[in-house]
């Protein structure tokens, strides 16, 4: 999915990886708007995305499958 489709999910409370997260990394959307990674870090998705801003990040990302 594209970064767009990526921001939506997250929104949803989706758990998300991408092709350049490890096999055991994902994201997950909280209910507060706030973003949890796998490692229990919670940040807001401005802090997120703000480190994420070249193109490799545009697209490739997924559903995060356990």
Request: net charge negative.
């Amino acid at each position: 999915m594209t970064r767009n489709e990526a921001k939506q999910a997250l929104k949803e409370g989706k758990k998300l990886t991408h092709k350049y997260f490890t096999s055991d990394e994902w994201i997950i959307g909280l209910n507060d708007g706030n973003y949890m990674l796998e490692d229990g870090v919670k940040c807001t998705p401005a802090e997120f995305w703000k480190w994420r801003t070249d193109s490799a990040f545009d697209n490739d990302w997924e559903i995060y499958n356990e």
